[in-house]
């Protein structure tokens, strides 16, 4: 019998709650609360442009490192110790960065932070799925990724008013919430066996080949490339090629933000009633249509549709796709796969900023860029359904 089936606020909102910190310390502010930041180092003289645009990079390449190490080190030391040490060293990285520090130093830390990240989203949700009843599995996940959207929300209105003060307040205060996040997140934080160790010699897993994991993949890796621009690109766009203002492009950020911490939730509410699958594939499609609506209006109604539809979603669907990857694979699978699928996720949508920058250098042309986008997503949305019902392939 699981925790959350013995009853008690403890039983089932425990590991909910401590997720949610997880995710928050990880993802939400780990790897989306540094660049609101960015003005206030500038003026400070604290770096240059270059330096945290930099950093920037070099946190999704440790989000990267972290996620493919994830495994290895909850194997090496245990789930909870692995948790602890990330959470530890992500206050760290905030905790430091309150001082002027050398550009390489700087952007030494930030790479940390992407890697404690990528640690925490990859072990923390099969925690979550593995002590909660079968029943409630897609709203306690939803509610647990709901922390990275919560981060959205807070680097878009907390952060920056932190920041009015100077850096050094800013980086103090982003420190001490992640700390009381980390004692919240280890005082609820259920007991996990490590994932277990695959032999050398044994075959590559089955699930590995299963066509509704692989299109599962292709739908989560063409939203990773879709949803690109808009994070990118689409406040910059509105704000001033279309000429709507700095503030308007600011307040669909936030809308977006509010997005991203609701959709989680709804996603798993409904994933409780419907299944993983439908639920999955209406975002994605949703998200399709958000992504092309700015090559086709500059509506600004619509345009903040677009940002809530395409770039909010996004939360929702990462909580969507993990709990359809414990369907596909089984919870003994399900950190492993979750990891593939994580990794796979942010190499895509690091090459797809690099694709869409030098398309966009190249023509000039926002509306093909926000098209090619949607497009993507819809092509993904469409091998995994056409996967979904296929066999997998017979043993040997």
């Known amino acids: 019998m699981t925790p959350a089936e013995t009853g008690g606020w403890r039983g089932f909102f ?11 310390i990880g993802v939400g502010m780990g790897r989306f609360g540094y660049p609101p930041l960015i003005p206030a180092m500038v003026e400070a003289g604290w770096a240059t442009p270059t330096t945290l645009h930099l950093a920037g990079a070099f946190n999704l390449a440790g989000y ?43 952007i030494a830390l930030r790479a940390l932070s992407g890697a404690t990240g990528g640690v925490l989203m990859i072990v923390i949700p099969p925690v979550v799925a593995n002590v909660v009843a079968p029943s409630h599995r897609g709203r306690a996940n939803g509610l647990a990724f709901a922390g990275v959207g919560t981060g959205f929300v807070l680097s878009g209105t907390a952060v920056p008013a932190f920041a009015a003060g100077g850096p050094a307040g800013a980086w103090l205060a982003l420190a001490a919430a992640l700390a009381l996040a980390s004692v919240v997140m280890m005082a609820l934080l259920p007991r996990s066996a490590p994932p277990v160790a695959a032999n050398r010699n044994d075959p590559a897993p089955a699930w590995r080949r299963e066509p509704a994991f692989l ?20 406040v910059d766009h509105v704000a001033r090629d279309l000429g709507f203002g700095l503030a308007i492009g600011g307040w669909i950020w936030v809308a977006a933000g509010a997005t991203a911490v609701v959709a989680p939730m709804v996603a798993g509410l409904a994933a409780d009633r419907f299944g993983y699958a439908p ?26 549709l677009s940002a809530m539809m395409a770039g909010g979603l996004m939360i929702g669907l990462g909580s969507s796709t993990s709990g359809r990857t414990r369907e596909i694979v ?27 920058t030098a398309l966009l250098a ?3 042309s926002h509306a093909l860029v926000f098209a090619l986008a949607g497009a993507i997503m819809a092509t993904g949305l469409a091998l995994e359904l056409m996967t979904a019902r296929m066999r997998p392939p017979a043993a040997g």
Do not use: D, E, K
Request: proline share 5%; net charge positive; charged share 0%.
């Open 215 to 234: 299109g599962l993949a292709a739908a989560y890796c063409g939203a990773a490339a879709g949803y690109v621009p808009h994070t990118i690109f689409f």
């Open 362 to 364: 190249a023509t000039g």
């Open 64 to 106: 990267i490192v972290g996620a493919g190490t994830a495994l290895a080190t909850a194997r090496a030391l245990g789930v909870r110790p692995a948790i602890a040490l990330a959470s530890l060293l992500a206050v760290l990285a905030f905790a430091v960065s309150a001082v002027p520090l050398p550009g390489w130093a700087f």
């Open 14 to 24: 425990g590991p909910i709650l401590a997720g949610y910190c997880g995710l928050l």
């Open 330 to 356: 089984g919870p003994a699978a399900h950190t492993a796969a979750w990891a593939l699928q994580t990794v796979a996720f942010a190499i895509v949508q690091a090459a797809a900023a690099y694709g869409f």
């Open 279 to 304: 639920v999955l594939r209406v975002i994605v499609a949703l998200m399709a249509i958000g992504a092309a609506i700015p090559a086709l209006t500059h509506n600004l109604v619509l345009l903040t």
